[in-house]
């Protein structure tokens, strides 16, 4: 990621700055709590493909700068909210927010959040722009709870479980990128040329990032390894290998995923299912077709612009982190 960063370092700076500025209140635990997840996000993966399609679309000025700092409220306050739902106890390799402050004031310091993003759209001028991230705000809340509505789901098919992590995480990365190429004026094609890019791109993060939970340290997820496996999650890794382990496991998977009846080893017992046969293998494939699909949106724009090749490379480093 290191050419894109580079290429966005001025803008990502004037987010920052944004961002700083607008998270501040006088409810002293508003600013307080909000620092202690947002000052923990090292890359701000969502407002860069914000400024990078912008830069892309031949943005000039600075419009994008406001959309990019809405952008990663909106996904801080999710992740706040989703923290307190999942009962997580880490979050970018720090406790928990709702673990120091308290479940209520993290829902609430989120609604905050939620209210700073649409100052910020609103700021930014563009009803298309402000349209897309609202829907995209809906469309994030829908997949959370269809996720809770199929957990511990040992049958749930592999389309549902990618409609759930399209609308529950790649669709803030489809509108970070479509939003940022509306503010720049860019074509009806290269719009939808990037939302599809955001979105194929997410869909591999989050497929890396389920792998990582079988098989990463604290250090790479930022969490605890094998949260989603105690939480019950049917993540694809899981699924894959409940239906390749077949009956001989079937009560393996009934009591510690279905019934979250847990002992001491099953998580290891559960990683080492999913890595002998292939469920980990045939996730970072799938992965893999999908940042190859996303680079491939980017042909809608020069290959002289030096803002293509980066986002190339994003989609590289997607699934780079496991392999």
């Given amino acids: 990621m290191d050419g894109l960063m580079e290429l966005a370092q001025p803008d990502m700076a004037g987010v920052d700055a944004l961002i700083r500025d607008r998270m501040q209140s006088p409810v002293a635990v508003i600013p307080a709590l909000a620092e202690h997840l947002i000052g923990g996000s090292a890359k701000r993966l969502r407002p860069l493909l914000t400024i990078a399609a912008a830069r892309l679309s031949g943005a000039q000025d600075d419009s994008c700068l406001k959309l990019a700092a809405a952008v990663e409220f909106i996904h801080t306050a999710t992740l706040l909210h989703d923290d307190v739902v999942d009962s997580s106890e880490l979050r970018r390799g720090k406790v928990a927010a709702h673990l120091i402050w308290g479940a209520p004031a993290s829902v609430l310091v989120g609604d905050f ?43 749930l098919h592999q389309d549902m479980y990618l409609e759930i992590i399209k609308a529950k995480t790649a669709e803030l990365f489809a509108a970070a990128a479509e939003a940022g190429a509306v503010s720049a004026g860019a074509s009806p094609e290269q719009c939808l040329a990037l939302r599809k890019y955001g979105q194929d791109l997410g869909v591999a993060f989050q497929l890396v990032d389920d792998s990582l939970d079988y098989s990463g340290v604290s250090k790479d997820l930022g969490k605890n390894p094998g949260d989603d496996f105690r939480e019950g999650k049917a993540t694809l890794p899981l699924l894959l290998a409940i239906a390749r382990t077949g009956a001989a496991e079937k009560a393996f998977w009934d009591r510690a995923v279905a019934r979250l009846e847990q002992a001491d080893g099953d998580f290891e017992r559960a990683r080492d299912l999913i890595t002998g046969v292939g469920a980990l293998d045939a996730t970072l494939d799938l992965a893999a077709d999908y940042a190859g699909k996303a680079k491939g949106e980017l042909a809608e724009f020069p290959a002289g612009n030096s803002w293509r090749p980066a986002l190339e490379d994003l989609a590289d480093f997607a699934v780079s982190r496991l392999r």
Avoid at 124 to 133: D, F, K, R, T, Y
Avoid at 146 to 154: G, S
């Fill in 113 to 155: 959040l939620f209210a700073r993003a649409f100052e910020l759209m609103v700021e930014a001028g563009s009803m298309q722009a402000l349209e897309i991230l609202a829907r995209a705000s809906r469309v994030i809340a829908e997949g959370e709870v269809l996720q809770l509505t199929r957990a511990h789901d040992l049958n």
